[in-house]
T-cell receptor, first 116, second 116 residues
Framework: NAGVMQNPRHLVRRRGQEARLRCSPM?????VYWYRQLPEEGLKFMVY????????ESGMPKERFSAEFPKEGPSILRIQQVVRGDSAAYFC??????????????FGPGTRLTVL | AQKITQTQPGMFVQEKEAVTLDCTYD???????LFWYKQPSSGEMIFLIY??????QNATEGRYSLNFQKARKSANLVISASQLGDSAMYFC?????????????FGTGTSLTVIP
């Protein structure tokens, strides 16, 4: 059973470009979460999605950031017009549907975004 | 107020010795979950152990055990018989508000170094 997949693992963008980060949850998992980790810090929640629905985006910056989890395909975290402060590791996690297990979130390997 | 507090930025332990990593949490919910993750230098987040707020027994997973003291709101991780491969960052996390959201709150982490 493959784990959470994220790609790319490393992404370099110049200021003003767009960054697209992809996440495929574990098989059987219907909940996807995105977190950001700045250097020397813990993970900060950004957004929680189920298929075709954004459940909680309270941690998302109001501008330039968006996320989706379409009916088919991976979840996408999109950052428009990137700035140097967006440089961070972005982790995706998935968990099974509610009532199935302990709500443990399993993390992907992360995407390290560097903005030049 | 911080939901998760890890007061030990760095810890050292001799190989084969046991070590305790501290974690305190803050929530008014009765139902919540506590988690520990390991982040080696390669960057991935590895799930270690889970403790539910209603679990009467302390969770154990191999060499990992969770010292859960509900009244003190602490969930310390104990690693027995430390190995060189245990050197990593360790993050404590909590999931509360099970009916309204599912985000995890992470502490700032503890860097553990195992000395040969």
């Amino acid at each position: 059973n493959a784990g959470v997949m994220q790609n790319p693992r490393h992404l370099v963008r110049r200021r003003g470009q767009e960054a697209r980060l992809r996440c495929s949850p574990m098989k059987g998992h219907s909940h996807v979460y995105w977190y950001r980790q700045l250097p020397e810090e813990g993970l900060k929640f950004m957004v929680y999605l189920q298929k075709e629905n954004i459940i909680d985006e309270s941690g998302m910056p109001k501008e330039r950031f968006s996320a989706e989890f379409p009916k088919e395909g991976p979840s996408i975290l999109r950052i428009q017009q990137v700035v140097r402060g967006d440089s961070a590791a972005y982790f995706c996690a998935s968990s099974p549907p509610r009532g199935q297990g302990t709500d443990t979130q399993y993390f992907g390997p992360g995407t390290r975004l560097t903005v030049l | 107020a911080q939901k998760i507090t890890q007061t030990q930025p760095g810890m050292f332990v001799q190989e084969k010795e046991a070590v305790t990593l501290d974690c305190t949490y803050d929530t008014s919910d009765q139902s919540y979950g506590l988690f520990w993750y390991k982040q080696p230098s390669s960057g991935e987040m590895i799930f270690l152990i889970y403790q539910g707020s209603y679990d009467e027994q302390n969770a154990t997973e191999g060499r990992y055990s969770l010292n859960f003291q509900k009244a003190r709101k602490s969930a310390n991780l104990v690693i027995s018989a430390s190995q060189l491969g245990d050197s990593a960052m360790y993050f404590c996390a909590m999931r509360d508000q099970p009916n309204t959201g599912n985000q995890f709150y992470f502490g700032t982490g503890t860097s553990l170094t195992v000395i040969p």
